[in-house]
């Protein structure tokens, strides 16, 4: 029976598989990202409760020109800034670990301090970071560090660092460097105190499954054409383009037996995902103008 997970900034859908041919093995090593450090990454952003995230946020990319020799190296970097930021006050942190095109790994983190980032203190973060890696060859003008303003700014670093597939070349197993084959370690983690909300499971027949699908499918399409009609630069206008073909071929699968039973996961609002499904499993599915006001759905 199709189940349907619904999260507070997100949506994840499937049928289950009906057996197990083979019991699944423990995980040794981790060699880059994979599905499933890709779906309990988005997962737990799906979660997040931004209005009650305290303190003030801070969103930064921190890369180095060359590739560390070894996975340990680069782990150890990793830890040591955890441990500095850690030592000065940090609430919460989340981090992810991607590729540059040339295969040198970057640091993608969102981290909140219990009071706004002094000049001094980011200055001496990026001079921290530059001493850490000088013999990677960093530059400190490669750095970036923004603030994260309000919920807005969570979902706009959201949007923007943590919520790619496999497909994308930051995450793709052939970036990985051949020394670190098989043994990359952790690609995403999380510390401090974190507000999330708990999941609202719902099991849907499969004529519901199919209406909630294509509602799905609609309502993305209509929130990319707002997004493209708001869009104020080129860029920004080229993004929502993208993410109205991405909406139309969401459900596209050549294959009819998996078309029928394929899953589903987006970025869709819990109290738009609710709507969605009460008209989905009704008597009929609500024809809904959503092109004129998607988020009311």
């Not at 699944?24 to 994979?34: C, D, F, H, L, Q």
């Not at 979660?47 to 890369?63: E, I, M, W």
């Not at 060359?66 to 500095?84: F, K, N, Q």
Request: hydrophobic share 35%.
């Amino acid at each position: 029976m199709p189940v349907v997970k619904s999260y507070r900034n997100g949506v994840t859908a499937g049928c289950a598989p009906r057996n197990k041919p083979h019991e699944s093995a423990k995980r040794s090593t981790v060699g880059g990202w994979s599905k499933s450090s890709t779906r309990g990454n988005q997962t737990f952003l799906y979660s997040v409760d931004a209005p009650r995230l305290t303190g003030h946020g801070y969103a930064a990319t921190l890369t180095v020109r060359d590739s560390p020799p070894t996975s340990a190296e680069w782990h150890r970097i990793r830890r040591s800034v955890i441990e500095w930021l850690r030592r000065r006050g940090m609430v919460r942190l989340h981090w992810i670990i991607e590729w540059q095109r040339r295969g040198a790994p970057h640091f993608h983190m969102a981290f909140w301090l219990p009071e706004p980032m002094s000049r001094d203190f980011f200055f001496e973060f990026l001079d921290y970071w530059r001493r850490l890696t000088a013999h990677l060859g960093t530059s400190i003008r490669s750095q970036h560090v923004t603030p994260i303003d309000n919920a807005k700014g969570w979902f706009e670093y959201v949007s923007k660092h943590a919520a790619r597939g496999l497909s994308n070349y930051q995450r793709n197993p052939e970036r990985v460097p051949p020394e670190w084959q098989g043994k990359t370690g952790r690609m995403w983690g999380k510390l401090g105190d974190w507000p999330t909300d708990d999941e609202i499971r719902l099991d849907v027949g499969m004529k519901a499954y199919h209406r909630y699908r294509r509602l799905c499918r609609r309502w993305r399409i209509a929130d990319a054409r707002r997004a493209h009609r708001l869009a104020k630069t080129s860029e920004t206008r080229r993004q929502a383009r993208r993410r109205i073909t991405s909406a139309r071929t969401m459900l596209a699968c050549p294959d009819p037996k998996r078309s029928a039973v394929r899953g589903l996961s987006e970025w869709i609002p819990q109290e738009v995902n609710l709507t969605l499904l009460t008209h989905a499993v009704g008597d009929g599915c609500a024809r809904q103008e959503f092109d004129e006001n998607p988020s009311a759905a």
